[in-house]
């Protein structure tokens, strides 16, 4: 089993930053997807960015330019920078990791950003 714990969400204006951690601990195998998702209100989950543990990243186009996906494999840890953040951003942040055809997910972070 592999187990998710995120950290780093809050309240921000517009303009603002935060910085989301996940920390994944348990039976994680060295060859892995771990990743940011996010789900607003009335609206289905979706792909914020992902970063393969040999560094390739995958980032939805809305944030493109804004967020910056990282991970530190030694700690099986990957971490979201959110800079410029909009209201349009508010939702909760869920973290993921995938090996193979099994997907683990985190609690979830809630995140809102201020007009």
């Known amino acids: 089993q592999v187990q998710l714990v995120e950290s780093g969400g809050g309240l921000v204006q517009a303009g603002g930053s935060l910085r989301l951690s996940c920390a994944a601990s348990?039976?994680?195998?060295?060859?892995?997807?771990m990743g940011w998702y996010r789900q607003a209100p009335g609206k289905q989950r979706e792909l914020v960015a992902d970063m393969t543990n040999f560094g390739s990243t995958n980032y939805a186009d809305s944030v493109k330019g804004r967020f910056t996906i990282s991970r530190d494999n030694a700690k099986n840890t990957v971490f979201l920078q959110m800079n410029s953040l909009k209201p349009e951003d508010t939702a909760v942040y869920y973290c993921?990791?995938?090996?193979?055809?099994?997907?683990?997910w985190g609690q979830g972070t809630q995140v809102t950003v201020s007009s």
């Open positions: 993921k990791l995938r090996h193979g055809y099994n997907d683990y």
């Open positions: 348990g039976n994680i195998f060295s060859i892995n997807t």
